[in-house]
């Protein structure tokens, strides 16, 4: 097996592996199970330089300075000077520096990869103007300058594909969940209240504004609980002020960890009405805590997500359902069996197919 020879590796993301975040999840889980095929290294962004080791792992952040678009010219600078001390860099995070600069560093022998996790909608409305000057300017030389694209969903796929009018060589991988931890997670003791479950960012574009106001439809035994934070948090108050929903609305800060599978197996329904995922990482922790899932059928990863997942994942269509249909549909769906097959959608799944990739690549790959 010549090919899983110790071929060294480089993680880019546009965060350090220990914060919270999808992508750093991705990047976390990931990285953990590739060490042990790869000599792995992370090379990041971060609030502060540093070296230092995390799971065994060599990680290198670097300050990067910008609210809206962190930049680092040592990042680039290190990138530059070592990417043919790798046999291959692996980046993530479409709209950043740092896959930016992974492309421009890039030289002919070493293979870059890209995983986007990209979506067409900017979660906060200041970065949508941002994020269209990026994709117009910086899109088709950034996508142009990778090797190898993994997409997180088909969805995603089409999304970049459709936005860029170009397709790239790439794979679909499914981005994993852990399903024996989730499985094995205890639910919060809380009666026998029938909890309705979003867990996420608070932005206007994930219509969590829609599911308060369904709960004013639903029989008094519901109650919604809404973790996270983001820019729309305020309005959100606002609104459960104003329907009167205070004793049954409750808005819970960020969760991490096990405690988010707890309320994974605390809940009698888990809601996401996003008008655009590419994927929809919650739902698929909710059908392992052995959830029904509804999801907005917007066409992109949660449409995806409730082909695939028939019976265990229902949806809503926002576009021409009322407020009273959705609640209809979320009392209906509450408390209903689940056996969903997530095979595929395990991060050990996920590790083995990059380990897949990486291996194809390198064996193609001239000697320099």
């Given at each position: 097996?010549?090919?899983?020879?110790?071929?060294?590796?480089?993680?880019?993301?546009?965060?350090?592996?220990?914060?919270?975040g999808?992508?750093?999840?991705?990047?976390a889980?990931?990285?953990r199970?590739?060490?042990?095929?790869?000599?792995?290294?992370?090379?990041?962004?971060?609030?502060?330089?540093l070296?230092?080791?995390?799971e065994?792992?060599?990680?290198h952040?670097?300050?990067g300075?910008?609210?809206?678009?962190?930049?680092?010219?040592?990042?680039?600078?290190?990138?530059k000077?070592?990417?043919?001390?790798?046999?291959?860099?692996?980046?993530?995070?479409?709209?950043?520096?740092?896959t930016?600069?992974?492309?421009?560093?890039?030289?002919?022998?070493?293979?870059?990869?890209l995983?986007?996790?990209?979506?067409?909608?900017?979660?906060?409305?200041?970065?949508?103007?941002f994020?269209?000057?990026?994709?117009?300017?910086?899109?088709?030389?950034?996508?142009?300058?990778?090797?190898?694209?993994?997409?997180?969903?088909?969805?995603?796929?089409?999304?970049?594909?459709?936005?860029?009018?170009?397709?790239?060589?790439?794979?679909?991988?499914?981005?994993?969940?852990?399903?024996?931890?989730?499985?094995?997670?205890?639910?919060?003791?809380?009666?026998?209240?029938?909890?309705?479950?979003?867990?996420?960012?608070l932005?206007?574009s994930?219509?969590?504004?829609?599911?308060?106001?369904?709960?004013?439809?639903l029989?008094?035994?519901?109650?919604?609980?809404?973790?996270?934070?983001?820019?729309?948090?305020?309005?959100?108050?606002k609104?459960?002020?104003?329907?009167?929903?205070?004793?049954?609305?409750?808005?819970?800060?960020?969760?991490?960890?096990?405690?988010?599978?707890?309320?994974?197996?605390?809940?009698?329904?888990?809601?996401?009405?996003?008008?655009?995922e590419?994927?929809?990482?919650?739902?698929?922790?909710?059908?392992?805590?052995?959830?029904?899932?509804?999801?907005?059928?917007?066409?992109t990863?949660?449409?995806?997500?409730a082909?695939?997942?028939?019976g265990s994942?229902?949806?809503?269509?926002?576009?021409?359902?009322?407020?009273?249909?959705?609640?209809?549909?979320?009392?209906?769906?509450?408390?209903?069996?689940?056996?969903?097959?997530l095979?595929?959608?395990?991060?050990?799944?996920?590790?083995?197919?990059?380990?897949?990739?990486?291996?194809?690549?390198?064996?193609?790959?001239?000697?320099?």
């Amino acid at each position: 097996m010549g090919s899983l020879v110790r071929r060294r590796i480089a993680i880019v993301s546009s965060r350090e592996p220990w914060r919270i975040g999808g992508v750093e999840r991705v990047v976390a889980e990931t990285a953990r199970r590739l060490k042990s095929d790869f000599d792995v290294e992370i090379l990041c962004m971060g609030g502060k330089t540093l070296s230092t080791e995390w799971e065994d792992i060599p990680v290198h952040v670097f300050k990067g300075y910008s609210a809206m678009y962190p930049l680092s010219l040592s990042f680039y600078r290190c990138l530059k000077a070592r990417f043919c001390d790798f046999d291959l860099v692996h980046c993530h995070n479409f709209a950043t520096f740092t896959t930016l600069a992974s492309v421009l560093a890039k030289n002919r022998v070493v293979p870059l990869v890209l995983s986007p996790h990209f979506n067409p909608v900017a979660q906060k409305s200041y970065y949508a103007i941002f994020r269209r000057l990026h994709d117009l300017i910086l899109g088709k030389r950034i996508l142009k300058g990778a090797d190898f694209v993994v997409y997180g969903s088909g969805a995603e796929r089409k999304s970049v594909e459709r936005q860029f009018n170009m397709e790239m060589r790439g794979a679909v991988i499914h981005t994993g969940v852990d399903t024996i931890k989730i499985g094995s997670a205890e639910p919060y003791d809380l009666g026998h209240v029938k909890i309705v479950l979003y867990l996420g960012r608070l932005e206007k574009s994930k219509n969590v504004h829609v599911l308060v106001r369904s709960m004013s439809r639903l029989p008094q035994d519901f109650s919604l609980y809404i973790i996270g934070e983001g820019s729309y948090s305020a309005q959100l108050k606002k609104l459960i002020d104003r329907l009167n929903l205070r004793s049954r609305v409750m808005m819970l800060e960020p969760v991490y960890g096990e405690d988010v599978y707890r309320w994974m197996k605390s809940c009698c329904v888990f809601v996401q009405l996003s008008e655009a995922e590419s994927f929809g990482l919650t739902c698929v922790e909710a059908l392992a805590a052995g959830k029904p899932v509804l999801v907005n059928d917007n066409g992109t990863g949660l449409t995806e997500l409730a082909n695939l997942f028939r019976g265990s994942i229902s949806t809503v269509d926002l576009k021409s359902q009322s407020v009273h249909e959705i609640a209809g549909a979320i009392e209906r769906v509450c408390g209903t069996a689940v056996s969903p097959d997530l095979n595929g959608f395990d991060w050990n799944d996920t590790a083995q197919g990059f380990k897949d990739v990486y291996i194809k690549l390198l064996d193609r790959k001239p000697p320099s």
